[in-house]
């Protein structure tokens, strides 16, 4: 057998070596994936890594490859979407999402007040009004605004989108605030810190009727219903 033989030989056995670890990695892939049924491809691997020794480079391009054969279907996570509650009570006293926003809002506003009023130039305090202001300025009106405008937390917006938009917003609403009290009221602080309160906190207080209208009603804005006249001919 010639030296070039040889090397084919020894190419195909190699390649029949690759493709045997492959088969092996998938089915203990197809294993992980009845048993555990992990969340994510991250939990995935993890378990993969812990059963076996391959590393993240190893196991990554054979679920890239099961994705492309069609074995595996990769698809985002299910967002569950967040009812509000009906009583007006649960926005303010109990525990979950909606009171500790609320309650959020509520107390950043009192901070960033208190520290407006209060003339702090140096030391820990300093910073500590530089961050809550900057919270103040460019987040929370602008989330106060998203709240108000896409009451529902479902899939339509989520979590990290509601975010981006909320920056977004809040960069617009300090622009307009800022046009708005130069040539009206006087441009300081306490002016911005007061218009953007009065601003946040009506926002929220539209967000929360609105919020306890869907989850009374099922629905905020119901297109009114068809009404088809039906027209009686007697006969002569």
Known sequence: MSPKDKRR?????ERQENEKDKQAIKEKLSAILKKK??????????SLE??????????LPIIREMEYEKDLFLQEPIFEPIDPPKKFKDYFFARNYF?????????TIMLVLTLVLIDVRSGFFFYVRYIFVCFFMLFLSGWALTSAIFPELDDNLRFLERIA??????IVVLLLDG???????RFNTLSIALSL?????????ISIGLRIKLSRDGYIF??????????????K
Request: proline share 1%; net charge negative.
């Open 179 to 185: 046009l708005f009290l130069n040539y009206t009221f």
């Open 222 to 235: 119901k297109k009114k219903e068809d009404q088809t006249l039906v027209f009686e001919v007697a006969e």
């Open 99 to 107: 009171a500790y926003e609320f309650w959020i809002t509520i107390a």
């Open 50 to 59: 812990i059963d076996s020794a391959l590393t993240r480079e190893e196991i």
């Open 9 to 13: 030989k020894q190419k195909h056995k």
């Open 165 to 170: 938009t909320a920056i977004g917003l809040s």
């Open 37 to 46: 049924k992990p969340f994510d491809v991250r939990a995935l691997v993890e």
């Open 197 to 205: 309160s009065i601003f946040i906190l009506v926002c929220t207080a």
